[in-house]
């Protein structure tokens, strides 16, 4: 069940830091999320295609549905009619299929690059020396059906708050050298999509422009007996 309580605190902590909160509703059932549609949460995250779709359909049109799990190039199709905005390109192959994807449907598709920050292997993204190359090269010019707008991490799994607060920083100081230099004259590159349930004050601290809350507003997934549990 949506705990209304928590989403209303943590809309207000966003809104004094000038942040959006996504609440990110995957594995959640269409009648928990119209709850929390219902009390005035317009931002949903959802990380599975299909999921996504499902729920599109059912829920109300207005809801600014956004992508952030590992997006496949082959389903992108499915969402580019009405994606909010995609926060995990993590490659020019999808951001080229994306942008293929936005001229069928008459569409510009927001999107943030996904940079790799953290200790893991398991998570994905552009190194920072891989961003800047494809930079360099001006390997985003020629795809006039997506815009880019920022950039999105994930944070290294731990309890460590240093280390977490750590990755956050020098994402940051990254995010704001391309603003000054590949992006200056784009002002639509604004947005820092870091931070979730367990490290979202942290990331406003250190200048995040969306937080992504699941457990935080829905409560812990539940795993079923006998279910695998991602790392």
Known sequence: MANISALQDITKIAKAKNAILVAISKTKSVDEIQTVYDARQKNFGENKVQELVSKY?????????????????????????????????????????????????????????EIFIAAETSKSGFSEEELVDHLDIKAFDALKNIRIVGLMAMATNTKSQVLIKNEFSRLKDFFQ???????????????????????????????????????????????????????
């Open 57 to 113: 359909e059912i829920l109300p049109k207005d809801i600014q549905w956004h992508m952030v799990g590992n997006l496949q190039t082959n389903k992108v199709k499915y969402i580019a009619p009405f994606i909010h905005l995609i926060h995990s390109v993590d490659s020019l192959r999808l951001a080229i299929e994306i942008n293929k994807q936005a001229l069928k449907n008459n569409r510009v598709i927001d999107v943030l690059l």
């Open 177 to 231: 050298e391309l603003k000054s230099t590949y992006f200056k004259n784009h002002p639509e590159f604004k947005e820092l999509s870091i931070g979730m349930s367990s490290d979202y004050m942290i990331s406003l601290e250190e200048g995040s422009t969306m937080i992504r809350v699941g457990s935080a507003i829905f409560g812990e997934r539940e795993i079923k007996k006998n279910a695998s549990v991602p790392i």
